[in-house]
């Protein structure tokens, strides 16, 4: 069983940049797909990007694409992303989570472990 916990949220400006990342403890990182989700206050979470076991394939929302990038160190056991010309809708909690799905799931279902989430808030 793998243990998740998400760091580098803040409060940010529009238009700027800020990258969370996500540490894994307690199971084989590499084995694991995994995937940012994001949910903002009175809404349901949304799936954001997603990486492959092994990093060499991504998959991103369309209302990300372009300005998200997700990537992942498996010797330091950790998922970043990189989020670019920040926008107020992307102000909200950000989840990693992981997989045992060796395609590339974007359904929250999918995902058998999440982290507590970093809070991202984007001011005007």
């Known amino acids: 069983q793998v243990q998740l916990a998400e760091s580098g949220g803040a409060s940010v400006q529009a238009g700027g940049s800020l990258r969370v990342s996500c540490a894994a403890s307690?199971?084989?990182?590499?084995?694991?797909?995994m995937g940012w989700f994001r949910q903002a206050p009175g809404k349901e979470r949304e799936f954001v990007a997603t990486i492959s076991w092994t990093g060499s394939s991504t998959y991103y929302d369309d209302s990300v694409k372009g300005r998200f990038t997700i990537s992942r160190d498996n010797a330091k056991n950790t998922v970043y992303l990189q989020i670019n010309s920040l926008k107020p809708e992307d102000t909200a909690v950000y989840y990693c989570a992981a997989s045992t799905s060796r395609l590339l799931p974007t359904a929250h279902t999918r995902y058998a472990y999440w982290g507590q989430g970093t809070q991202v808030t984007v001011s005007s």
């Open positions: 307690g199971g084989t990182f590499s084995s694991y797909a």
